[in-house]
């Protein structure tokens, strides 16, 4: 069974290929990338294939059993056309199976500015579920990483500021997403559904606390407002390149975390055969990799 990922230079990708090797062997694992030469992943077959060209993708897909159809970042071009570009070019190409990664959420998003971004989302599980190929779509959990990176750099000011307030998420680390999502591509069991995977669901109150535990800080958590959050965040060179509407979408993501839309049921266990790891558990891997 040769298995496919795309958009396979990322953070995500990189870590399902690696997950996939173990699964099926490197000689049945196939990086697709729009830069190939970017997949830092050794001894796989790459194959170019950018998500604005059917034709690319349908050489890149060629031979190819199941797709990991990593989602594509949000920017200034139409994700939606973007995936159904994927998803065309897999039935030229006879793949099989489509995993898509997603994104979780129970409809109260829908009154946030991240509500643009998550109905593309699901127009594209639509798109997939209606294009006649098997299928599993993956909503997967919102990064542990990037808010523990955010919770180090508020160390020496002694608080961590968010909109979210009291809401809960299920944080979950991207080896863990990678992890399951290696699974759904290799084995049918969960194909035509749709699995949310996440950790256990936390308040940012909750989550400093155990980043206080894992990385000896002593931050305390504040609540603040949506503009103020915008501007913190036009502080990130890496956000403000990208422009303010992505500020605003990932203020929207909070916004949506604060309406409860993330406080959602781990499907993790049906998906990769055992239970999500516990957050503490993940942050202390964390610890390894991230410089406190
Ligand atoms: N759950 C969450 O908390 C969360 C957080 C952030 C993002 N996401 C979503 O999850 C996705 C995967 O996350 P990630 O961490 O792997 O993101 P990432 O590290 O930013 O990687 C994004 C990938 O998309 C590729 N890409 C961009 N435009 C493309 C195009 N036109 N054709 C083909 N590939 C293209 C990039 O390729 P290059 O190397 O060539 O740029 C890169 O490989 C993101 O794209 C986003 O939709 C989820």
Redesign the pocket.
């Known amino acids: 069974m040769k298995v496919a990922v795309?958009?396979?230079?990322?953070?995500?990708?990189t870590k399902t290929l690696n997950c996939l090797i173990e699964e099926v062997g490197a000689e049945n694992v196939i990086a697709v990338?729009?830069?190939p030469e970017?997949v830092s992943v050794e001894g796989i077959e790459k194959r170019r294939?950018?998500?604005?060209s059917i034709t690319e993708l349908t050489v890149a897909f060629a031979d190819v059993d199941s797709l990991v159809m990593?989602?594509?970042?949000?920017?200034d071009?139409d994700r939606v056309v973007?995936h159904r570009n994927v998803i065309e070019a897999a039935k030229n190409a006879g793949v099989k199976k489509v995993v898509y990664?997603s994104?979780v959420g129970n409809g109260k998003e829908e009154d946030t500015w991240y509500w643009p971004t998550q109905q593309d989302n699901r127009q594209t599980e639509v798109d997939l579920a209606d294009s006649g190929l098997d299928w599993v779509v993956a909503r997967?959990?919102?990064?542990l990483e990037?808010d523990v990176e955010n919770m180090i750099r508020s160390k020496d000011a002694g608080v961590y500021r968010n909109i979210a307030g009291d809401g809960k998420c299920g944080y979950i680390t991207?080896g863990e997403l990678a992890y399951a999502t290696a699974k759904l591509a290799i084995d049918d069991r969960a194909n035509g559904k749709i699995l949310n995977l996440c950790g256990e669901c936390l308040t940012q109150a909750q989550l400093v606390e155990l980043a206080n535990e894992v990385f000896a800080m002593e931050l305390r958590y504040e609540t603040i407002g949506d503009e103020e959050n915008i501007a913190l965040l036009m502080q990130h060179p890496g956000i403000a390149a990208r422009g303010e509407h992505v500020a605003k979408m990932l203020t929207g993501c909070f916004q949506a975390l604060r309406a409860g839309a993330f406080d959602m049921p781990s499907d993790f266990e049906a998906a990769a055969g055992r239970p999500v790891k516990p957050t503490l558990h993940m942050m202390r891997e964390l610890r390894e990799t991230i410089v406190a």
């Open positions: 795309s958009a396979a230079s990322g953070g995500l990708g990338a729009r830069s970017r294939g950018d998500y604005l990593i989602s594509a970042p949000v920017g071009t973007m990664t994104v997967n959990g919102l990064y990037k991207v």
